[in-house]
């Protein structure tokens, strides 16, 4: 089980880190680091904290843009702003990305490899239709799926409460795969992307009571040989049976 976070809300630390580390399990916040230091989200110092408290600290890009939309030249800059400011912190440079609004293609996956990250959590899409509620997704198949596209498994909030839905998408973990978990926030400033510390509290003590091995995407490079890619990355998402919907098919030709 892979759990994330992602934008950098304050609650990272101050809600659920501790309920987090009680169960002795790991996780991934990818931070936007152009919203570090502002109201409602983590300083520096917060960030800091975290990567000493031995959770992984991703990139999530600068500034949270639609990276479809800018040039090669913007995409790397949004891709090494954010290393160079973990740097100027004290913060371990990032190994692993998560595409903001879950927008990718072969030209940002090369600008990542080239950056020297090794892993991208890239959401539900395009198997699944991504609502702002959250919602389920798909396992993650390293035996044959891109390291670059790593799907999740399902977005959790309290617009998507579902416990059935919560473990059906925990049962997911197994023959190999990986369950890759998006959690929005708990509280977040935006209340239609936030997750109740009730909610939270209880899917950990599931997580915990179901004896889940739960970390950090990092942590899979232990397990899986992030070197051997597909040749045609986008070929395992288009397989027969493999979509439910076509909602973002667009950017997989380019």
């Given at each position: 089980?892979?759990?994330?976070?992602?934008d950098?809300n304050?609650?990272?630390?101050?809600t659920?880190?501790?309920?987090?580390?009680?169960?002795g399990?790991?996780?991934?916040?990818y931070?936007?680091?152009?919203?570090?230091?502002?109201?409602?989200?983590?300083?520096?110092?917060?960030?800091k904290?975290?990567?000493?408290?031995?959770?992984?600290?991703?990139?999530?890009s600068?500034?949270?843009?639609?990276?479809l939309?800018?040039?090669?030249?913007q995409?790397?800059?949004?891709?090494?702003?954010?290393?160079?400011?973990?740097?100027?912190?004290?913060?371990?440079?990032?190994?692993?990305f998560?595409?903001?609004?879950?927008?990718?293609?072969?030209?940002?996956?090369?600008?990542?490899?080239?950056?020297?990250?090794?892993?991208?959590?890239?959401?539900?899409?395009?198997?699944?239709?991504?609502?702002?509620?959250?919602?389920?997704?798909?396992?993650?198949?390293?035996?044959?799926?891109?390291?670059?596209?790593?799907?999740?498994?399902?977005?959790?909030?309290?617009?998507?409460?579902?416990?059935?839905?919560?473990?059906?998408?925990?049962?997911?973990?197994?023959?190999?795969?990986?369950?890759?978990?998006?959690?929005?926030?708990?509280?977040?400033?935006?209340s239609?992307?936030?997750?109740?510390?009730?909610?939270f509290?209880?899917?950990?003590?599931?997580?915990k009571?179901?004896?889940?091995?739960?970390?950090?995407?990092?942590?899979l490079?232990?397990?899986?040989d992030?070197?051997?890619?597909?040749?045609?990355?986008?070929?395992?998402?288009?397989?027969?049976g493999?979509?439910r919907?076509?909602?973002?098919?667009?950017?997989?030709g380019?």
């Amino acid at each position: 089980m892979i759990l994330t976070f992602v934008d950098g809300n304050v609650s990272d630390l101050t809600t659920t880190a501790p309920i987090r580390k009680k169960h002795g399990f790991g996780a991934t916040f990818y931070i936007t680091s152009g919203w570090i230091d502002r109201r409602g989200w983590l300083t520096w110092e917060q960030v800091k904290e975290l990567d000493k408290l031995g959770f992984e600290i991703g990139s999530h890009s600068i500034s949270h843009t639609n990276l479809l939309h800018i040039s090669a030249t913007q995409v790397k800059a949004q891709i090494e702003g954010v290393d160079k400011a973990c740097k100027a912190h004290g913060i371990p440079k990032p190994t692993t990305f998560a595409y903001p609004g879950e927008y990718h293609d072969r030209r940002i996956v090369k600008a990542l490899s080239e950056a020297g990250y090794v892993a991208a959590r890239c959401g539900v899409t395009p198997e699944c239709p991504f609502h702002d509620r959250g919602g389920p997704g798909l396992a993650y198949n390293p035996r044959v799926e891109d390291p670059f596209l790593i799907s999740d498994a399902h977005v959790r909030s309290n617009l998507s409460p579902s416990d059935e839905e919560f473990q059906e998408a925990a049962g997911k973990a197994k023959n190999g795969s990986v369950c890759v978990l998006i959690y929005y926030d708990g509280p977040d400033i935006h209340s239609h992307c936030s997750t109740s510390i009730e909610l939270f509290t209880k899917d950990m003590q599931y997580l915990k009571e179901d004896r889940c091995t739960v970390t950090a995407l990092r942590i899979l490079a232990k397990h899986v040989d992030f070197s051997k890619r597909p040749k045609g990355i986008y070929a395992p998402l288009v397989a027969p049976g493999r979509h439910r919907e076509y909602p973002r098919m667009q950017y997989l030709g380019r």
